[in-house]
């Protein structure tokens, strides 16, 4: 199984409202992702977990706050978010190269078909 | 600051014919670069991935070739289909777990 899931597809929510996006993975991976992406750019790195422990937060505002509850899970939510945040967002997953470890790993990330994000 | 470009930022060509696509980055201290397509309103799909230490990888009719020294990589499209139409990124890691992604090229593959 190469498949992130991420849910929900669609999302329309209001400054004040708090919503989640949730992302998940079966395929052993240590390093998870959230990337905010906009319309006809490139993504850009939001959070890095590694090993469930945040290893990169690439000074994202507070309203976004990420969440890896286990190896397989990993979440956004989200608060009083402005209407410049809407966006595609995507999750990842990839298992990092270690040297002399036990498995093969190619760095390769994996990406989930995203949550398309509109705030009102 | 790492900084990454496509060239060029579109491209349409007739079914058949072969191209390559074009990475420049700024900083030659990389870990590894990806190649990715990503069709209108979905999610990235990784295509090849070269290792700091290698020159080329291949999969099926795409090769990608890495230059660290002059801070670039090409993406080599064979016998290009209609079913190659997307926009292809790609994407350099300075560091461990840290991607910072080019522009994009917009490729139409004509039948």
């Known amino acids: 199984d190469t498949e992130v899931t991420q849910t929900p597809k669609h999302l329309v929510m209001g400054m004040t409202n708090k919503k989640s996006l949730k992302c998940e993975q079966h395929?052993?991976?240590?390093?998870m992702y959230w990337y905010k992406q906009k319309a006809k750019k490139p993504p850009e790195l939001m959070f890095v977990?590694?090993?469930?422990?945040?290893?990169i937060n690439e000074s994202v505002p507070s309203r976004f706050s990420p969440e890896c509850p286990n190896s397989s899970l990993l979440n956004l939510h989200l608060h009083a978010l402005q209407p410049e945040d809407s966006a595609l967002y995507l999750c990842?997953?990839?298992?990092?190269?270690?040297?002399?470890?036990?498995?093969?790993?190619?760095?390769?990330?994996?990406f989930g078909p995203g949550t398309r994000l509109t705030v009102l | 600051k790492q900084e990454v470009t496509q060239i060029p930022a579109a491209l349409s060509v007739p079914e058949g014919e072969n191209l390559v696509l074009n990475c420049s980055f700024t900083d030659s201290a990389i870990y590894n670069l990806q190649w990715f397509r990503q069709d209108p309103g979905k999610g990235l799909t990784s295509l090849l991935l070269?290792?700091?230490?290698?020159r080329e990888q291949t999969s099926g009719r795409l090769n990608a070739s890495l230059d660290k020294s002059s801070g670039r990589s090409t993406l080599y499209i064979a016998a290009s289909q209609p079913g190659d139409s997307a926009t292809y990124l790609c994407?350099?890691?300075?560091?461990?777990?840290?991607?910072?992604f080019g522009t994009g090229t917009r490729l139409k593959v004509l039948a």
């Open positions: 070269i290792q700091s230490s290698q």
């Open positions: 994407a350099v890691a300075p560091g461990t777990y840290k991607y910072i």
């Open positions: 395929m052993g991976h240590r390093a």
């Open positions: 977990y590694s090993y469930e422990k945040l290893s």
């Open positions: 990842a997953s990839s298992q990092p190269r270690l040297a002399g470890g036990p498995k093969a790993s190619t760095d390769t990330q994996y």
